[in-house]
């Protein structure tokens, strides 16, 4: 079973199961990781499903759309590695992919 693990701001880690064609932030929210709240249903219009990706794991997640740029933009916490998980389409590919959670969403 292809997993992902969502590191929450305090390190404490949740490795949950997802299928193919998920995105990340519905994977999230199916399985009650805390600190994603998702509140656009994955529109890419709130930034409420701020995630930082792993270095490891850059290349594999693509680049941001340019919907998902203009939010982070407004996210005083975005950082180079800075994702909208809800943007990123999970595959096959994904198995075994990190993400961070931050401390607050905006
Ligand atoms: S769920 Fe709203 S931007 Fe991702």
Do not use: Y
């Not at 404490?12 to 399985?31: R, S, T, Y």
């Amino acid at each position: 079973m292809a997993t992902v693990t969502f590191i929450s701001f305090d390190g404490e880690k949740h490795e949950v199961p997802f299928v193919e064609g998920q995105n990340l932030m519905q994977v999230a929210i199916d399985n009650g990781v805390s600190g994603i709240d998702g509140d656009c249903g994955g529109d890419a219009a709130c930034g409420t499903c701020h995630v930082t990706v792993d270095q490891q794991w850059i290349a594999a997640t693509g680049s941001r759309t340019p919907a998902e740029e203009q939010m982070l933009e407004m996210n005083p916490d975005c950082q180079e590695t800075s994702r909208l998980s809800c943007q990123i389409a999970l595959g096959a590919e994904h198995d075994g992919l990190i993400v961070n959670l931050p401390e607050f969403q905006f």
